[in-house]
């Protein structure tokens, strides 16, 4: 199993930034993707920003230019780095790791927690 420590959010004003941290813990062998999601309420979860294994970035076109993802491969981490946040941001936000463990055949998906975000206007 993959478990997923998210931080990072909180409540910030419009124009504000925010640094969401996610940290993948357990017996991981690889891990391909990572990602940010965010889901509203009452809307669909949808991507926010992905990053491959050679660091390729992929971003929704709302946060191009504002967000930016990296990652550390040697602790498994990916960050999410907001700045000039807007109100239209608020939402759960959370981690996702396409990851294969030890003793497992084939990479699986894991969500985070989720973490909330919200922009003041």
């Known amino acids: 199993q993959v478990q997923l420590v998210e931080s990072g959010g909180g409540l910030v004003q419009a124009g504000g930034s925010l640094r969401l941290s996610c940290a993948a813990r357990?017996?991981?062998?690889?891990?391909?993707?990572l990602g940010w999601y965010y889901q509203a309420p009452g809307k669909q979860r949808e991507l926010v920003a992905s990053?491959?294994?050679?660091?390729?970035?992929n971003y929704a076109d709302s946060v191009k230019g504002r967000f930016t993802i990296s990652r550390d491969n040697n602790k498994n981490t990916v960050d999410l780095q907001m700045n000039s946040l807007k109100p239209e941001d608020t939402a759960v936000y959370y981690c996702n790791v396409n990851a294969m463990n030890w003793g497992q055949y084939g990479f699986r998906n894991y969500w985070g927690q989720g973490t909330q975000v919200t922009v003041s206007s």
């Open positions: 357990g017996s991981i062998r690889s891990i391909n993707v």
């Open positions: 990053i491959t294994s050679d660091g390729r970035t």
